[in-house]
């Protein structure tokens, strides 16, 4: 009882530190680096890409990486290109979860979905994924492809943040502090918000679910890096 414990504390703290640590990290540094390499270079490729795969790494706890190069750039220039992308991938897995609320006659997905639904909306995106939308895979990837659109969206238009806020609730965000005349970046976030929304809703309405499907096994959130 005693030193069990603390011989377990001790073996599974050196691995995590010198070796799983420093691996995930660099996974995560790197993946920050690509996608920071696909917005500079292509944005509407980029924001086809990332706005399609974003999400995923919030699964894996992966878009912690991707956190800090936000805030840099923010910082740094002011703004970020990114972080407008990101925001539409928020509000994709909102509109995914807000239809299966809608559509379902069951009451606790209606509770549930629709308290999902508004965090998503105000930029935390966990509850809708790891409450319904992952348990649902095709509600899942239906609001994979609206965020797709609304990344492809924003690209095209070269929108960007001057905030670190997103999603709905992050409107305020796109417009530029130096230039309030300059509304690109608005417009951009009210076109790739809208089409983000509509694909969403009315793939997983059409396609992503039913109340007939099965539910998946509970996905456990993975922990924030200390």
């Given at each position: 009882m005693l030193f069990n414990p603390m011989i377990?504390?001790?073996?599974?703290s050196t691995i995590t530190l010198v070796i799983t640590g420093p691996i995930i990290q660099g996974l995560a540094n790197g993946l920050a680096d690509g996608i920071n390499w696909l917005v500079s270079e292509s944005g509407w490729i980029g924001g086809l890409i990332i706005g399609g795969f974003y999400q995923i790494l919030v699964i894996f706890g992966l878009h912690w990486g991707v956190v800090p190069l936000v805030?840099?750039?923010?910082?740094?220039s002011g703004q970020s290109a990114l972080n407008a992308i990101l925001s539409a991938t928020m509000v994709s897995q909102g509109a995914a979860v807000l239809a299966v609320a809608i559509k379902s006659r069951k009451d606790d997905m209606k509770t549930l979905g629709i308290a999902a639904a508004i965090s998503a909306f105000c930029g935390v995106t966990e509850p809708a994924i790891y409450g319904i939308n992952l348990r649902y895979r095709k509600v899942f990837i239906s609001g994979l492809i609206g965020s797709g659109v609304g990344g492809l969206i924003t690209?095209?238009?070269?929108?960007?943040?001057?905030?670190?806020?997103?999603?709905?609730?992050?409107?305020?965000?796109?417009?530029?502090?130096?230039?309030p005349n300059d509304l690109t970046s608005f417009y951009a976030y009210l076109f790739?918000?809208?089409?983000?929304?509509?694909?969403?809703f009315i793939i997983t309405w059409v396609w992503g679910y039913n109340d007939n499907m099965q539910m998946g096994k509970k996905v456990e959130k993975k922990a924030t890096p200390k």
């Open positions: 377990t504390i001790l073996v599974v805030a840099q750039q923010i910082a740094g690209g095209l238009m070269h929108g960007t943040m001057y905030g670190f806020s997103g999603s709905v609730i992050g409107f305020s965000s796109f417009f530029n502090p130096k230039n790739s918000t809208i089409a983000a929304i509509v694909v969403s």
